[in-house]
């Protein structure tokens, strides 16, 4: 047996959640300095970024892409600050701001407002002379920092172990590190989204196997509970326990593994303040993304993709009110955009993605103005080996979708 029990570790991308929770409805940026007083730990940037107001930076940001042209993409994630946003050539979720990337044959630079994961996807989906950069080192994801490569890695000898020859497909959720697609790739697995994963159980369950899914605990029992397994034939595999905290006989039951991670933006939202939405407006539509905890996802009238929110949301008639249980600024985003109805945060107080947040406009500026003066830096390279493992799983979701 591989895995021992282990003192547990919480990604400090976890401890700086609730940094910049706030319960005023506006979340605005201010310069770094003022926001690097809380005490979080981002990437360390020249001086002469620290105290620039988001104004100047603004206007920085404009003369720099400017002076690129279209050597230059800037994608931004939903989940982005809107002083961030307001720079992006594209907005979309994870997936599809991947595919733009690989679209942009022109681009020499992508610069991905988003986090590391997306970042990794989208130097494994682009041309080799294509670069990806993060414009800040440390945006990383922290349901992905929950599955740590050496303890997927003893999971996956354990259950070699334990299930002797039986099949056991590894699906990874896309919020997830490119060693982790990598080991999908190669051990017959695949990727999936939010919108796709229903799809890739499927197929997997078709093999008369047992599904390792990956790192986000409450999409996956979310995904098979839709498609009639039960809770008893689910298990959760904890990496510091010993053999996930399971006997070898559950393992041997069970049909879905799943491992124990979960996003820490999507799991605040809770069943009482979907009870206290209800009371408070009656003709309310409650809907959540599917990373929320199961109870939650029960109780919703709708959940679905970042991509789906927004349209349920934007196509909905005027005078509708919407409860929505996802990243807040993209709450806001949509508030502002559809101002004939009635939307809101399901949770009463403000929290960004602190990982997401991490993207202060002083860092887009940052990464521009290298560019201009022909210095890139924080370029995301995903190795070789890595790179064609990911691919061949990424490529697998795309054909099962
Ligand atoms: S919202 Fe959750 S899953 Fe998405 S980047 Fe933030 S922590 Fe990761």
Redesign the pocket.
């Known amino acids: 047996m591989t895995t021992q029990t282990k003192l547990p570790v919480v990604p400090i ?2 401890l700086e ?1 609730s940094a910049f929770c706030q319960t005023e409805e506006e979340l605005e940026s201010k310069s770094l300095v003022e926001e690097f007083a809380v005490g979080v730990r981002w990437q360390r940037i020249p001086k002469k970024y620290l105290g620039l107001s988001p104004e100047i930076i603004g206007k920085r940001i404009q003369k720099a892409k400017k002076m690129l042209g279209q050597k230059v993409v800037v994608l931004g ?1 939903h ?1 982005q600050r809107d002083e961030v946003i307001q720079f992006a050539d594209y907005t979309g979720d ?1 997936f599809k701001l991947s595919k733009y990337a690989a679209s942009q044959n022109n681009a020499e630079y992508i610069i991905f407002c ?2 590391h ?2 970042a990794e996807t989208a130097d494994i989906l682009t041309n080799d002379d294509q670069n990806v950069i993060l414009p800040n080192m440390t945006a ?5 920092d929950m599955a740590i490569t050496d303890d997927v890695l003893d999971c996956w000898d354990d259950l070699g172990s334990v299930l002797k020859n039986k099949i056991v497909t590894p699906i990874t959720y896309m ?1 997830s590190t490119a060693d982790i697609k990598s080991l999908c790739g190669e051990n017959d697995g695949v990727v999936c989204t939010s919108s796709n994963a229903e799809q890739t159980f499927e197929w997997a369950l078709k093999k008369q196997g047992k599904i390792l899914f990956l790192p ?1 605990q409450h999409l996956g029992r979310n995904t098979a509970s839709r498609m009639g397994v039960s809770d008893d034939e689910m298990i959760v595999w904890d990496p510091f326990k010993s053999l996930g905290g399971n006997s070898e006989e559950d393992i041997n039951k069970s049909k879905i593994i799943l491992w124990k991670g979960h ?4 799991t605040r939202f809770t069943l009482e303040q979907i009870k206290k939405a209800r009371h408070k407006h009656n003709d309310v539509k409650v809907i959540v993304h599917p ?1 929320c905890t199961p109870d939650v996802v029960d109780n919703a009238d709708l959940y679905g993709s970042t991509e789906f929110i927004i349209n349920q949301v934007s196509n909905s008639k005027p005078g509708t009110t919407w409860a929505i249980g ?2 807040i600024n993209l709450v806001n985003r949509l508030a502002k955009e559809n101002q004939d109805k009635n939307i809101f945060c399901l949770d009463s107080i403000v929290c960004p ?4 947040y991490r993207i202060h406009p002083a860092y887009l500026l940052w990464v521009l103005e290298g560019l201009v003066e022909q210095n890139p830096t924080n370029v995301v390279q995903v190795a070789p080996d890595k790179k064609k493992n990911a691919r061949k799983a990424l490529d697998l979701m795309l054909s099962l979708s």
């Open positions: 991308t976890e959640q994630h989940y994870s988003g986090v994961f997306m990383g994801c922290s349901m992905a919020n986000d996003c820490s933006v999507h990373e996802t990243e993605c602190a990982t997401m």
